[in-house]
């Protein structure tokens, strides 16, 4: 009994929000990893285009609720989320065109687009607070719990109760269903293959008669709709301020390094790594060993290795580690 406590103990906080963690880190990794895999440079402003879409998401969610529109049990930001896909769409296709597309056109080195794309992430970091401001904003409605812990302890007669919220369970159902459409058309259609010889060889690309605009713009497209979607899912998972996906850029490039940079499946394999490894290292561990050591082995403290405090450290050291001892990831190469 006391072994299905702890094992319930360690879901309830370890497993099931690190699943949820690693399936918004993979969403968020594969748009830096497509914007890499076929425009060849790190974009930098990635958080803040989670930010401003899940913004954007947010105010239509609050127009629908204002007109008594709801999704019932699911949350009424799901309805709202192809406007932020839209919005989110036309402001990287107006960036491309304003800013990046001469840089490209010019051949420029891959470090000065990675420096042009920190002035654009500084421009939208400051539209998105102008938009909705730098409060924490709770956005979540409709059912908060698939099974709460009150009657997980009912139905199982167990001391530790399992909580499982409905948008952990969404975070999950829909980055799987987007990551498999995602590469369904990236090896079935036309134009997912083109990207895909576009990221191999441009030149050879080129004349096998890709249009290399018509790449670049499906791919900010494709980066919009998946920036969004890891942006409003972690928002309705923890809560949206804007900082906040500032900060995840760090997690999210490390999970793009540590999978293997440019390679999608590599981006879902680096965040997994990258979650378990933050959400393990920060977790209290007393609670689980409460089960399972006899008191007087007990540890004195809470037995977390890491502070709360440095979570986002833990992705920077094996950022640093990879790098160090394996620049090319987990999965190698840039590839899609």
């Known amino acids: 009994m006391e072994i299905l406590n702890a094992a319930v103990a360690l879901l309830n906080y370890v497993i099931i929000p690190a699943t ?11 748009g830096v990893t497509l914007v890499y895999g ?3 440079f790190s974009n930098f402003a990635h958080g803040d285009t989670m930010a401003f879409g899940t913004a954007i998401t ?3 969610t609050w127009l629908l609720q204002s007109f008594g ?6 949350p009424t930001a799901l309805i709202a989320l192809p406007i932020g896909i839209a919005a989110t769409s036309a402001l990287l296709l107006l960036t ?10 010019t051949k420029a080195p891959p ?4 420096i042009v794309s920190m002035g654009v992430m500084f421009v939208m970091n400051g539209l998105t607070r102008f938009i909705i401001g730098v409060k924490e904003r709770n956005f979540a409605d409709g059912d908060r719990f698939i099974i709460n812990a009150a009657q997980f302890r009912h139905l199982t007669g167990l001391h530790e109760g399992l909580a499982i919220r409905s948008t952990t369970a969404i975070t999950v159902v829909v980055a799987i269903v987007v990551v498999g459409l995602l590469f369904w058309f990236l090896n079935n259609t036309w134009t997912g293959k083109a990207m895909r010889a576009f990221s191999d060889n441009e030149d050879l690309s080129l004349l096998s008669g890709v249009n290399p605009e ?3 713009k499906v791919t900010w497209l494709i980066v919009a709709a998946l920036a969004t979607i890891a942006g409003v899912l972690y928002g309705l998972d923890k809560a949206f301020k804007p900082f906040t996906y500032f900060q995840m850029l760090l997690p999210i490039f490390a999970a793009s390094v540590v ?5 999608p499946l590599g981006a879902i394999g680096g965040g997994i790594v990258i979650a378990f490894s933050e959400v393990s290292l920060t977790y209290a561990w007393r609670k689980v060993f409460s089960y399972l050591l006899p008191e007087q082995f007990l540890p004195h403290g809470i037995a977390q290795l890491v502070s709360i405090d440095y979570k986002y450290a833990i992705s920077f050291i094996i950022l640093v580690v990879v790098l160090l001892f394996k620049p090319t990831g987990l999965f190698s190469g840039r590839s899609l």
């Open 20 to 30: 949820s963690y690693a399936a918004q880190l993979s969403l968020g990794a594969l």
């Open 38 to 40: 076929i425009l060849r």
């Open 58 to 60: 947010i105010l239509f």
């Open 69 to 74: 529109m709801t999704a019932g049990p699911l």
């Open 96 to 105: 491309d065109r304003a800013v990046y597309r001469f840089h490209r056109k």
């Open 111 to 114: 470090v000065r687009l990675v």
């Open 214 to 216: 018509y790449v670049v």
């Open 259 to 263: 999978g293997g940079l440019g390679n």
